[in-house]
């Protein structure tokens, strides 16, 4: 799957996650949404975790600064 | 697997959660039924924030029982689980206030007077101290007695706290049992070197069990639910390392029932009474058709000794207190003919305290039911195969708790006991005498419970009726209903696959299939019809047939409604009816009167005809939506 393809999913997560809608764009980091804290964000890995029944690499979860290295490391991870 | 599972899923939950009111008392109520469904990690922590948002720290005026002051003393990330924990009280409808210590200073906190903790005065305490925290120091280099030594200096630490806890807040205190987390250093054998971490953990968990005991404590048994449910699904290594989280959050849901199930436990809120449906729960097949010989159950089938094995867990539960009713839709002498007759029956009549089989709706009888127990309906479990059952009790008695139980029996066992509505702190004598004391000697008190709201029930199932005449596809199944069906059969006339093709070319008659679709799903061929002109006037029905499975849903009208229909088209003016008494279809003998026919001749052996006109006949208005198809 390509990286946009995981924007839909992704916007679902952080909606249940926030419980608003979040306009996600590669560069959002965790700094642009309030309530973004580093409970949210396991929260995110997990959801996203028992989505797709993987498991993220301590050194992929290192690599995050923002929402587009989550949809590249995811679409390096899923393949279809 | 750590998923809510026994609890339903609520297709518009998150446009519930979003219409949550702002008023703290109206919030609360909206939110108990929300904290009742297949709720994940993240919907649990949606429910939590939302709620707290409209009533803040103050108890909500509809909280029952006493307020739960929760104190967590941990060694750990507890932060990501006191949502899932005041979520599983909600869910009983209790009230919880959590304090957690600053981190890594319990002790301190325990010893001071003048701490936080003591200051917030809990009247539960949680002792959570994780397996790292508690194997700190412990090595393979370390002597036998030197680890023996260390056991025996950790348990004595934990009972001090114990006692302290004790001592200082007179409550509940809980301790936690570590998860086998750590590595095997030898293997199978790892109990041969006491220095392994493993080992080490795995002996104090025997001596915590012990001690527990002894000083009155209540274990938190996760490492029981991890040799359940595998330690990958409570425990993940790099979520410990990145934020000292033992338990993952993906668990907390479970994490929050398990906690919460022995608080309210000590608050005797535990369930008391499990409520049994018969047919294809309690055994294979339906008892007023198949008859006793037809029934699946136990040696000889898997299926049988499913259903075998789940009525064996049944009356264990009622050998430790757990009373046991039973609400089958029935005859009540084909309901009890099993328990006294059938030889691989394990249940006896003796062991159900409360017996209701009659043809009423469920939530109407399991009312009587704790009526007649004189328990609360706050206080029953009710398990049936059956969806439609369920999800009418769930809408009509939601205090009634109802197992998503699937319909294979092998699973019916764990279901329970993973639902945890039994959990129980203590086994008295009185338990153990309980079974005995509701057994005989109850005489049925009158079943004059408030009026069930069926018709918005009914409503809301979008109930479709589809129907076609007889053809060659469906032959199979139209002759087993024809030769299979006992109880609502009006005539029991047994047709061959000859007679049935006869009907299908025969122009003035007409046979129809009845299936049944509804928002759970299709029921399947539910019912048959047969009718043929006698003469240039009167049509007889000759078959009317329908699966007990969907009484009480206005099947019968819209089936009347079909017939006249098919009648008018083919010239009749006047339907004639007939009941034929067996052994079996007794509960059928006032459907023609219930229909607005009109009785011509009783005869001596019971047989009753009846008589309908067409040209005065306007159909029943129900909620059923017919098509043919």
């Given at each position: 799957m390509s990286e946009a393809a995981f924007y839909p999913v992704l916007a679902e997560i952080f909606r249940d996650v926030f419980m608003r809608d979040v306009d996600l764009r590669p560069a959002l980091t965790a700094k642009d949404v309030p309530g973004w804290d580093s409970f949210k964000q396991i929260e995110i890995i997990v959801a996203l975790e028992e989505k797709y029944n993987i498991k993220f690499h301590t050194r992929e979860l290192d690599s995050l600064h923002n929402v587009g290295d989550l949809a590249r490391v995811l679409a390096g991870k899923i393949r279809p | 697997m750590t998923a809510l599972y026994w609890l339903p899923d609520l297709p518009d939950w998150r446009s519930r959660l979003r219409g949550l009111p702002d008023d703290a008392a109206a919030a609360w109520d909206a939110a108990v039924p929300l904290a009742n469904t297949r709720i994940d990690f993240i919907r649990t922590n949606a429910l939590d924030e939302t709620l707290r948002r409209a009533i803040g720290d103050a108890v909500p005026a509809g909280a029952i029982g006493k307020p739960v002051r929760l104190a967590i003393l941990g060694s750990c990330t507890f932060a990501h689980l006191h949502a899932a924990i005041r979520v599983a009280a909600l869910r009983r409808g209790l009230h919880a206030t959590i304090y957690e210590n600053e981190f890594g200073q319990y002790q301190q906190e325990l010893a001071e007077r003048g701490s936080a903790l003591h200051a917030f005065a809990p009247n539960a305490v949680l002792l959570a101290l994780d397996a790292h925290h508690l194997a700190a120091g412990v090595s393979s280099a370390m002597t036998n007695e030197d680890a023996a030594a260390a056991l025996q200096e950790t348990a004595a630490r934990i009972r001090d706290c114990w006692r302290t806890i004790r001592d200082s807040f007179a409550c509940q205190v809980i301790q936690q049992m570590p998860l086998p987390l750590h590595p095997a250093l030898l293997g199978s054998n790892e109990q041969r070197l006491p220095g392994s971490r493993a080992a080490f953990i795995a002996?104090?968990?025997?001596?915590?069990?012990?001690?527990?005991?002894?000083?009155?404590?209540?274990?938190?048994?996760?490492?029981?639910?991890?040799?359940?449910?595998?330690?990958?699904?409570?425990?993940?290594?790099?979520?410990?390392?990145?934020?000292?989280?033992?338990?993952?959050?993906?668990?907390?849901?479970?994490?929050?029932?398990?906690?919460?199930?022995?608080?309210?436990?000590?608050?005797?809120?535990?369930?008391?009474?499990?409520v049994l449906d018969l047919d294809n729960t309690l055994w294979g097949g339906v008892v007023g058709d198949d008859g006793l010989e037809g029934l699946v159950l136990g040696q000889g089938s898997a299926l049988g000794e499913a259903y075998i094995a789940f009525q064996d867990y049944a009356r264990e539960l009622s050998r430790r207190g757990v009373i046991l009713a039973v609400c089958s839709k029935n005859d009540e002498a084909d309901a009890m003919e099993p328990f006294a007759k059938h030889p691989e029956m394990l249940l006896r009549r003796g062991d159900i305290a409360s017996f209701v089989a009659n043809w009423g709706d469920k939530a109407t009888n399991i009312r009587a039911i704790a009526q007649e127990l004189n328990i609360g309906l706050d206080a029953l479990v009710f398990v049936d195969d059956n969806p439609f059952e369920r999800n009418l009790v769930r809408q009509e008695l939601p205090m009634v708790a109802v197992p998503e139980v699937g319909d294979d029996p092998a699973l019916f066992a764990r279901t329970l006991a993973d639902a945890g509505y039994f959990e129980a702190v203590a086994i008295t004598d009185d338990d153990r005498a309980r079974a005995a004391q509701y057994q005989g000697n109850r005489a049925r008190e009158a079943l004059r419970a408030a009026a069930t709201d069926l018709p918005s029930y009914l409503r809301g199932l979008q109930m479709q009726l589809l129907w076609r005449r007889f053809d060659r596809v469906g032959l199979q199944r139209t002759v087993q209903l024809i030769n299979k069906t006992n109880q609502f059969n009006l005539t029991t006339r047994r047709h061959t696959e000859d007679d049935v093709l006869a009907i299908i070319a025969d122009p003035r008659a007409f046979g129809l299939q009845l299936r049944l679709l509804d928002r759970f799903g299709d029921n399947g061929i539910i019912a048959i019809l047969i009718g043929r002109m006698l003469n240039d006037a009167d049509l007889l029905i000759d078959t009317w047939l329908m699966s007990c499975r969907v009484l009480g849903r206005q099947v019968e009208p819209t089936s009347l409604n079909l017939i006249a229909d098919q009648a008018v088209a083919l010239g009749a003016t006047t339907l004639l009816g007939e009941y034929i008494p067996t052994k079996k279809n007794g509960m059928v003998k006032d459907h023609y009167d219930r229909l607005g026919f009109r009785l011509t001749v009783e005869e001596a052996d019971g047989t009753r005809r009846y008589a309908l006109d067409l040209r005065a006949f306007t159909g029943a208005e129900t909620f059923i939506d017919v098509k043919e198809g």
């Open positions: - | 002996a104090l968990s025997g001596e915590l069990r012990r001690m527990a005991e002894a000083e009155g404590v209540d274990l938190l048994a996760l490492d029981a639910r991890a040799a359940l449910d595998g330690l990958n699904a409570w425990h993940d290594p790099a979520l410990w390392h990145r934020a000292k989280q033992e338990v993952s959050p993906a668990a907390a849901p479970m994490y929050g029932e398990l906690l919460m199930r022995l608080i309210a436990a000590r608050q005797g809120r535990s369930y008391k009474c499990l």
